[in-house]
């Protein structure tokens, strides 16, 4: 449509409209500064704008910078409407509405700027009538004042276009920016610009999505695509919006995982008119949430929501000229999910069914589905009893002429419906009810009735199709017939039947139809909603609405009234959830933003739903009995024309009305208005059909029926914006005020949850697949929001780019001193100050740049300018090269002809005797001259060379003796460096050593403490029982109360001898005083002692602490803790003896009480004496401990002192073994042979792995220096090997002997762990070590003679024992005499405290004094008896120090005896290669060889499978007691066993890597000792005597080969999820190549909650995870065809995962990112060499993704060019190179785009092909495995059981 100068200067027009003042509905008061906004096409905003506020032209801006080409254009950034949509721009304060997005400041374009932009070559948008809008380019530059603007049209033909400076045609985006996901991402925000690039994108690229902000806009291919299979679904699944091309599923997906996050409902509004897809997108979108949430449960719930689609289609859908299965009613569908976010149900709720289809439809239309399939079924037998015959014979379904529509089969659908309805549990009988009641209503379209008179008419009783229409409703045909053509009329006096005429007839039986069909259709979706009803507790939802679009045509009546007014509310909703997106993305970026005005529909809906709107006088007019439709239309000119500016007349007609909506003016004809809104049937008919005997349809008609609500929602919905509810005070039945109440759920409901939006498009009228028609495009556009969207994006920032991607793009813009600033963002900013002068049209978030509209493309300019000036420069230079190149060539040949030339001239000179003297005169001068020359130089060279020579030698010298003195230096500083690491390793052995010695006394301690407190529980229980006895004291006290009268006058003479003993207790306590001065004295000494040794033992705890490992300071930190232990208990002890404490001071009160008894006295001291008596008994055992103690304390340092010295002799001992026998290996040359790499891997493992690879590969290399010495000194090497195995033996057993005392040494077991390991691998190599006989004496000798010193040491060291228990003995002698000395006195304190307590019965005035003593004197005896406690700990864990060094010394005694018996026996253990077991050990060997067993300290020391070798010699003893029970039960408890571990593990890859490593070992031992010749023939004689010889196991190998199958799958899924998450990331998006960009930032803008919260994988990532897999593979001993075939396997995901997201990513589709693949696969390729896979098929499953890469690439023009793909993409599907090629997206615009015709050259080769149309690979297919025969190469004999397999109770026979 075109758009004149005229019309389009109506958009800045300030006048009013005619639609009059309209008041502002919404204001959202957020004040902040904001950024001026560029122009826009014709009027930047609205008329309505107070005139402070008005843009005026970008002309008068004076900070406008010079070439802002894209910024300036005042027609660049809103679409150019026509007069029906943008009409609204000129209301004047009418329905603007202010919200906070950013917006321009006052200020206007330079016309000098924005005459930059136009100039020649720069290409814009013309109006076109044909196609809106065509492309031209400038032929001339435009200047300011120019009337014309000279383009050249696309065919060729120029044009003078009329333009104004303030009405410039729109400008064309550049090339990179066309073909965009996001149209928000263009620079140029337009009409044209959008509808260019949905062009390219759906004509070109058959891409039917593209996004449009928050919109997903969809475009009906009428093809059937293949890109919604479940490999799309799962490719989509757990992607952000924006990473992949736009989809359905994108926006489903983006939909649940907000729900999943945010546990917040959520809706998807599908919107369009008919045709354009809206039901197939809401049924694509339903079936992703059924196919990514599937329940766990078995009732399918997620199929049955899936089939409720055929059933609602087949009684909702027909066909239209529009569409061949066009929805007719509004549908909106809850799927329910639980808590893990799994569908649980669903609920349906329906709007507006289109009942007058049942009885009308107009030319080439049908009427509802199913109603077709049942007359297409007549025939069949279940259908016989309806009577039904073909469609074109009833009345209702040939009104449309033609009844099939082509390419649907009515019979197949049918047996579909009958099949859905039969899985949502409807049973064959609920169905034959509704197929009766739809067969009734076709046979009462055929009921006859017949005019009668001009008012009346009749129906014959005997009309067949009457007659059947009553017998399947089981209602009276006589009634029916009377009742079709009368009308009953009741008054108050009297009831009166009126006869209607035949018309009125007619409509009574269609009204009757169509009240019947909408009874069945709520009937049925009741029944599936009750289908679809859950039982649990509902979570969360996501509804799907698909709903009617806005209809306009050519004749509109009620239902396009209902349909337009549902499309006003929905575009309200619309409107707001886009400024809310909006201002929170600006506040999360922090950009300031001021109020702008929009068009807010809400004036059109108050016009419909206010108070007095068109609604509620149409159900006034209903209510009156003479209503008409033409007294309803007066009402309507008399209520609003010339007082509502939404609401015109028409000029020629008065029967219809003009709504101006917000997509365009909409003519309504009144006529059937009133009718419609009524939806009366007449009562008496109602009445027949309520008192049928088919229960079905008397249901239908019950007068107060209890129908289940419409929607029933388990959580509470409340609305996020106030809706307006509808009027509720009449008319509550009429169709409109249903509608209205409905629509007004709907709207409570969209509110409350997260809306997304999907527009369906409808791209030609004559459903013909990928043409594009612009104008109808146009229409639907503007009609559905879409330019609405890019109206308000481009009055703000729509371009936005990451500071990254910007920095990234325009580096090529950036000087050097910009670029050497670190931080990104800072650059990014100053390049853009520098860039564009004016700072308002762009801003700074916090991780984007936001730029107005048309900036994006001036620096595109920019960047292309600065390209084409770069490629200048190098063409000049280039030509410049070749231009020289060719002068000097020119001038050789022009130099070499002149002399040719020359000479000629010369030699045809005639010669002279002159001539000839002096040519030898000058050849003699010549010669002397060039001679002495000749000598000059020789002589000259010869000085310089013998200075040269000289400074040279010289040199040479002075550096070869500077290097011999940096060798004699670098010597020197190894000897102290290795002497000085030599002494720091010892030190840091002895010191490890301590430290285990102190946490065992540490454990030992608290032992002991265990032990005391159980003491100490005695004694309390002893204090309980004296307190009892103390508690009948007190009664018996109380009973003596009374004879205390009679004890007054013995007082006085108690006083008096109470001062007399007052005078001999002071002396005594001045005694007792002194005594203790002298105790604390003492005590004070023995604290200084032991604080002095707890500090030497802090000092060199401290010492040790600073060197010791990791683990050592774990065992410190738990030695730590055992102290706070011990301390707290400390404190517990203190703690009770505070409270008998307590106790003893309530004993002292309770004696005051006895002043006045003194007769009790002695009965109470009496029984103090006996509790005396037993307390001296325990300060006796107390004085012995503390003799004991001052012994020990004695003793203590110098036991310490010689345990040391014994282990360190021992420790030295040990190592001049080892050393003695590594004397007779070279290792220095052993490890010369290894390579660097070699020795850094080993490090790395250990010195034990380092001892076992170095061994291994040192005797590899001897094997060839003493090949030849075999044969003679075999026999030898035999019996040594039997001697050394021995020797083996026995320091495995020193070595766990050391290891149950907690690694006491560390460098003893290194040492004997090493000797160990080399003596386990002497056995598999016998034939390697011959070198070694000729030592076999010395290492004997050696063997002999330090066993010799060692039982001289041990002999030393048992007497030195020995004697000091000898002197700990008389130490603790002298002890007990001290605590002899210690009882006297105790006793005599004792004695004391007996004589206080009998003088302080009777002194009453100072008993507190006395009792103060006493309690002191308590205080003194409970510290003593801690201290002695403590002491005794101290002895006794001394004590058990002893006796552990004691038992060690014996057991090394004994072990040593061992070996030296070992020794002097020659004779070896011959072994038969089987384990000896009993049955009932089965459970705990397969627990601790298959349940327990960890694999990383298997694969390391041991051979690979050694626990299959061991279970299958346990099935070798089974098999040699030929006991069949036995070994049946063997089998079977190991195949459970792998089973288990495999379950319990299903996630390990190590585990499940080793087990499948061994199931297949065990396996291939079943094969090899099976008998069988074909396996036996691998086998050495030896192995041959090993075979099974009573039981045939094929059937238990056919078991594990099935088991061996289930691990390698389980197997692979591990490494595939492992892998999986870094495919995408590595193989696509990671740029490997760098400086080479594979992508093109668009300024996409994702949802909120499209968060990326992976891990940034790379190339390296990938390639490490596949090492990792093959080195654990390797380790646990997996066959190497079995590695190849895994390997193969992952590789094919690698290529079908990334193809996959290939083929769904545009943007990935370039040049530059082939290469970045192509490197990729380059990588791949190296890895598969360097682990020497590269003949393995893995590389050929790459092909197909190296084929798409090569695309990519190659060139894509001409003729040939389709040739060469064709040929040589020969692993692609035609249907797969066809979408590359369509999605191929220029990275610069230096690329091309692949021409339509080209895609069909392409597309005509490929037709010959045979291949699948499947566009995606299936990732989930798995390549046959199989598993090899490998025969095992080691000997069972030679086989042996680690200890760390804890199977002692096997026996190796």
């Not at 002192?1201 to 003695?1220: A, C, D, G, L, P």
């Not at 390391?1500 to 003893?1517: D, E, K, Q, S």
């Not at 193809?1699 to 490197?1719: A, P």
Request: aromatic share 8%; glycine share 4%; with cysteine.
């Amino acid at each position: 449509m075109t758009l004149t100068a005229n019309r389009q200067e109506e958009f800045a027009s300030p006048a009013p409209g005619p639609r009059g003042p309209i008041l502002r509905n919404k204001k959202f008061h957020l004040e902040a500064e904001a950024a001026p906004q560029i122009g826009t096409p014709g009027s930047s905003r609205p008329a309505s704008l107070h005139p402070s506020r008005r843009p005026r032209p970008w002309s008068h801006s004076p900070g406008a910078p010079p070439g802002l080409a894209p910024l300036l254009g005042p027609r660049q950034y809103l679409p150019d409407f026509p007069p029906s949509s943008c009409s609204r721009h000129r209301i004047p304060n009418s329905s603007a509405s202010s919200f906070p997005i950013p917006a321009p400041r006052d200020s206007a374009a330079d016309p000098m700027a924005v005459a930059e932009l136009y100039t020649q070559y720069n290409r814009v948008w013309i109006p076109d009538a044909e196609e809106v809008w065509k492309s031209a380019e400038i032929a001339k530059d435009y200047r300011v004042g120019d009337k014309v603007l000279h383009i050249l049209l696309e065919d060729g033909s120029e044009q003078d276009y009329s333009v104004d400076p303030e009405t410039l045609p729109p400008l064309r985006n550049p090339d990179i920016l066309v073909g965009e996901n996001d149209l928000t991402a263009l620079s140029y925000l337009h009409e044209p610009a959008v509808l260019h690039n949905l062009k390219i994108r759906f004509a070109e690229s058959k891409l039917i999505y593209t996004y449009s902000g928050i919109i997903l806009v969809a475009m009906n291919p009428y093809k059937e695509l293949p890109i919604y299979g479940n490999a799309i679904i799962h490719a989509y699944s757990g992607q952000n919006m924006g990473d992949m091309d736009p989809h359905i599923f994108a926006v489903a997906e983006e939909a649940y995982k907000q729900m999943a996050r945010n546990n917040k409902n959520q809706s998807i509004i599908v919107s369009g008119e008919s045709g354009a897809g809206k039901t197939v997108s809401a049924r694509y979108a339903m079936r992703y949430f059924a196919t990514v949430s599937k329940s766990s449960s078995n009732a399918h719930v997620e199929d049955k929501v899936l089939a409720s689609n055929p059933i609602t289609e087949a009684v909702g859908n027909a066909k239209t000229t529009r569409n061949d299965n066009s929805s007719r009613f509004g549908k909106y569908t809850e799927i329910s999910f639980d808590k893990r976010n799994q569908i649980i149900g669903a609920n349906m709720r329906t709007y507006l069914l289109e009942k007058s289809r049942v009885v009308f439809q107009s030319e080439n239309e049908r009427n509802y589905h199913i109603f077709y399939q049942l007359c297409a079924s007549a025939l069949q037998p279940e259908f016989k009893h309806l009577k039904l015959v073909s469609a074109e014979e009833f009345n209702y379904t040939k009104m449309g002429g033609n009844t099939i529509i082509e390419g649907v089969n009515d019979r197949a659908d049918m047996i579909e419906t009958q099949k859905t309805f039969t899985m949502l549990g409807l049973k064959e009988d609920f169905q034959m009810d509704v197929f009766k009641i739809l067969a009734a209503i076709l046979h009462l379209g055929n009921v006859q009735v017949t005019a009668v008179s001009n008012e009346r008419s009749s129906v014959r009783e005997d009309d067949s199709h009457l007659n059947i229409f009553c017998e399947l409703l089981d209602v009276d045909s006589g009634s029916m017939a009377q009742w079709l053509c009368n009308r009953k009329i009741i008054t108050t006096s009297e009831t009166v039947i009126k006869p209607m005429t035949k018309l009125q007839s007619l409509n009574a039986r269609d009204a009757l139809a169509k009240k019947i069909y909408a009874h069945l259709f709520d009937f049925i979706v009741e029944r599936i909603n009750r289908a679809l009803q859950f039982s649990g507790k509902k979570h969360t939802f996501i509804g799907v609405l698909d709903i009617y679009g806005f209809e306009t045509f050519d004749v509109n009546s009620f239902e396009q009234f209902c349909i337009n007014y549902a499309n006003e509310k929905l575009q309200q909703q619309f409107n707001l959830h886009v400024f809310k997106l909006e201002q929170e993305e600006y506040m999360k970026e922090d950009i300031p933003w001021t109020l702008i005005d929009f068009y807010d529909n809400q004036p059109v809906i108050d016009l419909i739903e206010a108070k007095m709107g068109i609604l509620e006088l149409l159900d006034e007019e209903c209510l009156l009995p003479h209503g008409t439709d033409e007294n309803w239309l007066q009402k309507l000119y008399n209520n609003f024309v010339n007082k509502n500016a939404l609401f015109e007349k028409p000029r020629m007609s008065n029967t219809s009305f003009i709504i101006q909506h917000f997509a365009d003016k909409v003519e309504y004809k009144c006529e059937g208005f009133l009718e419609k809104n009524r939806d009366t049937v007449y009562e008496v008919l109602v009445e027949i059909l309520r008192s049928s005997k088919f229960p079905l349809c008397a249901s239908f008609f019950q007068e107060n029926p209890s129908p289940s609500p419409p929607f029933s929602s388990a959580i509470t919905v409340k609305s996020a914006k106030q809706v307006v509810k509808p009027n509720n005070k009449h008319f509550r039945t009429t169709v409109g005020n249903k509608f209205r109440s409905s629509l007004y759920l709907l709207m409570e409901t969209l509110n409350a949850t997260t809306p997304h939006y999907v527009r369906c498009i409808k791209p030609n009228d004559e459903k013909l697949p990928f043409e594009f028609d612009s104008k109808r495009i146009v229409q639907q556009l503007r009609a559905c929001g879409v330019l609405e969207t890019i109206r308000i994006s481009a009055q703000s920032y729509p371009s936005r780019w990451t500071y990254i991607e910007f920095y990234s793009r325009y580096g090529v813009l950036m000087t050097q001193q910009e670029l050497a600033f670190n931080d990104k963002r800072e650059v990014c900013k100053v390049v853009l100050h520098r860039l564009i002068q004016d700072s308002n049209q762009y801003q700074f978030g916090k991780t984007k740049i936001f730029f107005r509209a048309g900036q994006v493309a001036y620096l595109e300019k920019l960047r292309l300018d600065k390209l084409r000036q770069g490629c200048i420069m190098i063409q000049k230079h280039i030509r410049g090269w070749l231009q020289r190149k060719k002068f000097l060539r020119v001038r050789k040949a022009a130099v070499t002809i002149q002399q040719y030339f020359r000479g000629q001239q010369t030699v045809r000179k005639p010669i002279s005797a002159i001539a000839l003297k002096e040519a030898w005169a000058a050849i003699i001068i010549q010669k002397h001259c060039r001679g002495y020359l000749v000598r000059n130089l020789y002589y000259l060279i010869r000085v310089a060379t013998i200075t040269i020579q000289a400074y040279s030698r010289g040199f040479l010298a002075r550096k070869k003796y500077r290097k011999m003195l940096e060798e004699h230096k670098a010597v020197i500083l190894q000897k102290y460096a290795r002497a000085w690491l030599a002494r720091r390793r010892f030190q840091n052995i002895r010191r490890f050593v301590l430290n285990i010695q102190l946490s065992y006394r540490v454990q030992r301690l608290q032992k002991k403490l265990e032990d005391q407190n159980k003491e100490n529980h005695g004694l309390v229980e002893k204090l309980t029982s004296l307190a009892s006895t103390h508690a009948n004291d007190m009664e018996k006290i109380q009973k003596l109360e009374s004879d205390l009268e009679k004890l007054v006058i013995q007082k006085r003479t108690c006083e008096e001898k109470g001062k007399k003993h007052k005078e001999v207790m002071e002396e005594k306590l001045a005694t007792l005083q002194t005594y203790n001065k002298e105790l604390e004295i003492q005590n004070e000494k023995i604290e200084k002692k032991l604080q002095e040794k707890t500090e030497e033992m802090k000092d060199k705890m401290e010492a040790l602490t600073k060197q010791l490992f990791d683990d050592v300071q774990k065992e410190e930190r738990q030695r730590i803790i055992l102290e706070k232990s011990f301390e707290l208990k400390e404190q517990d002890y203190d703690k009770q003896i505070h409270s008998l404490k307590g106790e003893i001071k309530t004993l002292k009160e309770e004696k005051m009480q006895l002043q006045h008894q003194m007769e009790e006295e002695q009965n109470i001291s009496s029984g103090l004496k006996g509790e005396v008596a037993h307390l001296t008994k325990q300060t006796k055992m107390i004085g012995e401990f503390q003799k004991e103690i001052e012994l020990l304390q004695t003793q203590k340092i110098n036991v310490e002192k010689h345990v040391q010295s014994q282990k360190r002799e021992m420790r030295e001992k040990m190592s001049e073994i080892t050393r003695q026998l590594l004397e007779s290996y070279d290792i220095e040359d052993v490890r010369s042979r290894l390579s660097v790499e070699d020795l850094e891997h080993l490090n790395e493992d250990g010195e034990l792995w380092f001892a076992y690879e170095g061994l291994k590969k040192a005797t590899r290399v001897l094997e060839s220096h003493f090949q030849s010495q075999k044969e003679n000194y075999e026999k030898e090497i035999e019996a040594l090997n039997f001697k050394v195995e021995h020797l083996s033996q026995e320091i495995n057993h020193l070595q766990k002997l050391f290891r149950e005392e907690n690694d006491i040494n560390e460098s003893i077991r290194h040492e004997v762990t090493r000797l160990t390991s080399e003596n386990m691998m002497i056995p598999d190599f016998k034939q390697q070590i011959s070198e070694l006989e000729k030592q076999k004496h010395d290492l004997e000798i050696h063997l002999t003679e330090q066993s010799e010193k060692m039982r001289g040491k041990i002999e030393e060291l048992s007497s030195q024992l020995h004697r000091n228990l000898e002197e700990e003995g008389t130490q603790r002698r002298t002890m007990e005499v001290q605590n002899e000395i210690h009882t006297k006195e105790k006793e005599k304190l004792i004695s004391t405290i007996r004589e206080m307590r009998e003088t302080s019965d009777h002194l009453k005035k100072k008993f507190e004094t006395e009792s103060e003593v006493k309690s002191s004197f308590k205080q003194e005896a409970s510290r003593l008896n801690m201290e002695n406690k403590d002491l005794e700990e101290e002895l006794d864990m001394k004590d058990r120090i002893i006796k552990k060094l004691q038992d060690q010394i014996k057991t090394l005694t004994k072990t040593m005896e061992k070996a030296n018996e070992i020794y002097t026996s020659s004779e070896p253990k011959e072994y038969i290669g089987m384990m000896e077991y009993k049955k009932e050990d089965e459970v705990k060997l397969v627990q601790n060889l298959i349940l327990d067993l960890k694999p990383r300290g298997v694969v390391v020391n041991m051979i690979p499978g050694l626990p299959a070798h061991i279970l299958f010699m346990c099935v070798r003893y089974a098999d040699s007691l030929n006991d069949a029970s036995m070994l049946k039960s063997f089998m079977n408890v190991t195949i459970n066993g792998i089973k288990r571990v495999t379950k319990e593990h299903y996630e390990d890859f190590e585990m499940l890597s080793f087990w499948l490593s061994n199931t297949c070992h065990f396996l291939n031992c079943l094969k090899q000792y099976s008998g069988e010749e074909e396996f036996m023939k691998y086998n050495t004689p030896r192995q041959n005597k090993n075979c099974l010889t009573n039981f045939d196991l094929s059937e238990y190998r056919q078991i594990l080969s099935d088991l061996a199958i289930r691990i390698y799958h389980q197997f692979m899924t591990v490494m595939e999820n492992n892998i999986q998450p870094m495919i995408v990331p590595g193989m696509l998006e990671y740029e490997s190549l760098q400086g080479i960009s594979g992508l093109k930032p668009t300024g996409f803008r994702k949802r909120s909650s499209s968060i990326d919260d992976t891990d940034a994988y790379t190339m390296t990532s990938i390639l490490q995870q596949l090492s990792y897999f093959y080195t654990t593979m390797c380790q646990n001993g997996l066959d190497q065809e079995l590695l190849k075939q895994a390997v193969k396997q992952l590789f094919f995901l690698i290529g079908a995962v990334t193809l996959n997201s290939l083929f769904l990513r545009k943007d990935m589709c370039s040049c530059r990112k082939g290469m970045q693949i192509r490197c990729n696969i380059s990588y791949l390729e190296e890895w598969l060499k360097d682990k020497n896979l590269q003949n393995s098929t893995a590389k050929e499953t790459l092909e197909p993704l190296s084929q798409a890469a090569w695309l990519l690439q190659v060139k894509k023009i001409t003729d040939t060019d389709a040739k060469e793909i064709y040929d040589r993409c020969t692993s692609l599907s035609a249907v797969q190179i066809i979408k590359i090629l369509n999605s191929y997206t220029p990275i610069d615009d230096f690329e091309k785009r692949v021409t339509p015709s080209f895609v069909r050259k392409v597309q005509a080769l490929l037709n010959s092909r045979e291949d699948t149309g499947q566009l995606m690979l299936d990732t989930k297919y798995l390549f046959q495995v199989t598993f090899p025969f490998i025969p095992s190469p080691h000997a069972l004999e030679m086989i042996e059981i680690p200890s760390s397999f804890k199977l002692g109770f096997l026996t190796r026979l």
